[in-house]
Structures are given as C-alpha cells and as structure tokens.
C-alpha cells in the first residue's frame, strides 16, 4: 500500500491561488488529483501519467496545473484563478504498475466570493 502524504490547501479568495502538495511512498505509475464538494460525487481534477502525459477535468483547463519531482515521488496542483466552485475537499491519489489506487487523507480547499 502505497503511503500519501497531503498538504497546501486553506481559505484563499476567488481569483486567489494554491498549490497542493503530495508525497508518495514507492513506484507510482500515475499521480493526480481527485476533489469531492459536498453533496457531490467525487470527481477527476487532474492526473499525470509516468512519462509525463497529463488529464485535466474541462473546468480547471487552463487554470490548474499539474506537476511531479519523480525522483522524490512529489506531485504538486498549482491552482490558479481559484473560483467558489472549486471549493472541495482535494484527495491525492496514486496508482502503481498493478492497478492498485491510493487515497490520501484529503485537505480542504474553500474559495469566498
């Protein structure tokens, strides 16, 4: 089982910006990023393949971007142009070579109007 370690969310004000942080134990094959609102299914924001080939979620396109430091098994969210909409509760999540998925604790991310 693979161990997830999250960190940067908190209270910013639309237009403001994040990062999100996470820090993986072992081989990771794919890193991303997963949000849930409440009353909402959890959904896709953005996911980086090893190799380097990226999914975004249409409503962050162009506004969050996904990165890693592979040799320190770190993928990071920079969030831009934050939105009310954004807010959610953020999971990282991690995949390795045999299907197996994990989940981090999740960190909380609230955007005001």
């Known amino acids: 089982q693979v161990q997830l370690v999250e960190s940067g969310g908190g209270l910013v004000q639309a237009g403001g910006s994040l990062r999100l942080s996470c820090v993986a134990s072992?081989?990771?094959?794919?890193m991303g990023w997963y949000r849930q609102a409440p009353g909402k299914q959890r959904e896709l924001v953005a996911q980086?393949?090893?190799?380097?080939?990226?999914n975004y979620a249409d409503s962050v396109k162009g506004r969050f971007t996904i990165s890693t430091v592979n040799a320190k098994n770190t993928v990071f969210l920079q969030m831009n142009s934050l939105k009310p909409e954004d807010t959610a509760v953020y999971y990282c999540?991690?995949?390795?070579?045999?299907?197996?998925?994990?989940w981090g604790q999740g960190t909380q991310v609230t955007v005001s109007s």
């Open positions: 072992g081989s990771i094959f794919i």
């Open positions: 980086i393949i090893s190799g380097g080939s990226t």
């Open positions: 999540t991690a995949v390795v070579v045999n299907g197996l998925r994990s």
